[in-house]
């Protein structure tokens, strides 16, 4: 099973993911997981990568071509949503050649809908945890000691690439390049749209029946 979320940074597909995670066994494919892991490791994958994302902009087509294709093939056996991946026509054309050569292809595509507005201020209080990745908020997610991840101590900060005069480039970038791909997999009736500003656990329930007996 492969199905992919779609929406602009902070409209709820990490949220959404970790719920499929948690109550279907499905496995992440998070595109924004894998580079920052790269960047952690101090790879030469990770230093060019961290060039592009500190600036609020698109890491290249074929840095994440190859990343996306070896993490598919290592969880070949399992559902997968794909995160963050693709993002432009190019890469769900290639993703597309990737599933078929082995048989495969995706199944859903969940649009998240979201105002703009409310995505920066989603993203500029957003605290994320540099040992797990847990996700908090200043407002509607704070931990209960400042700095410090409830789930695992590690120290939750403020991400380079959520300040705000990167997620209004991000944003940007994410008209330019994705607004065609979403355009691309609607008219291969894939495509189902979601109103992101909804509380979660409503969204998570629209989806379940999205995907009516896939789940």
């Known amino acids: ?13 990490g949220t959404q993911s970790r719920e499929f995670i948690d109550k279907y066994g499905y496995v992440q494919l998070s595109t924004g997981d894998l580079l920052r892991g790269a960047i952690i490791q101090g790879s ?18 074929e840095i994440m071509i190859g990343l996306v294709k070896n993490y598919l093939t290592s969880q070949s056996e399992k559902s997968v949503i794909l995160d963050g991946f693709p993002r432009t026509i190019a890469q769900a054309e290639s993703l597309d050649l990737m599933l078929k050569s082995n048989a495969d292809q ?4 969940i649009y998240f809908k979201i105002n703009p507005q409310i995505l920066v201020e989603r993203l500029t209080g957003r605290r994320t945890c540099t040992n797990c990745s847990e996700i908090y908020h200043i407002k509607t997610k704070p931990g209960k000691a400042s700095g410090v991840c409830d789930k695992c101590g590690g120290q939750v900060v ?27 997999y609607r008219t291969k009736k894939t495509l189902f749209e979601i109103d992101g500003m909804q509380r979660p656990s409503i969204v998570f329930e629209e989806i379940k029946k999205s995907l009516g007996l896939l789940i």
Do not use: C, H, W
């Open 106 to 109: 995706i199944d859903k595509v």
């Open 158 to 184: 403020q991400r380079p690439d959520d300040k705000e005069d990167v997620i209004v480039e991000r944003l940007a970038q994410f008209e330019k390049n994705t607004g065609p791909t979403i355009e691309y």
């Open 44 to 61: 030469d994958l990770g230093i060019l990568a961290k060039n592009f994302m500190d600036q609020g902009k698109l890491v290249p087509d």
């Open 1 to 13: 099973m492969k199905i992919i979320f779609i929406g602009a940074p902070g409209s709820g597909k």
